[in-house]
Nanobody, 127 residues
């Protein structure tokens, strides 16, 4: 249950783009709210974006508004994070996080819902 893997990280030039993927196996993502979080060197973990079971997206960080887009493809059992105009300070390990199914609102992006964390994928923004 709740097995998933992040991928798509790597080295990108400032101003460039990457698309991260969170692919589930052993369960279906359809009913879950899914979030992307990141942890930069020397900093605390920060919420980036969240998508509900209905496909509604919520920005969790003001700094990514207009540049990052979260989406889901239920047929592929995958959630994506499209990151554009990347900045060096956004170098971080990016984590896919799945809502706690024991919560009544596990399909919605609400505070405290995220419970199951992936191992992360490293994004390095550097020239």
């Amino acid at each position: 249950q709740l097995q998933f893997v992040e991928s798509g990280g790597g080295l990108v030039q400032p101003g460039g783009s990457l698309r991260l993927s969170c692919e589930a196996s052993g369960f279906t993502l359809d009913y879950y709210a899914i979030g992307w979080f990141r942890q930069a060197p020397g900093k605390e973990r920060e919420g980036v974006s969240c998508i509900s079971s209905s496909g509604a997206s919520t920005n969790l960080a003001n700094s990514v508004k207009g540049r990052f887009t979260i989406s889901r493809d239920n047929a592929k059992n995958t959630v994506y994070l499209q990151m554009n105009s990347l900045k060096p300070e956004e170098t971080a390990v990016y984590y896919c996080v799945v809502a706690d199914p024991n919560l009544l609102l596990f399909g919605q992006c609400v505070p405290g819902a995220m419970a199951y964390w992936g191992k992360g994928t490293l994004v390095t923004v550097s020239s």
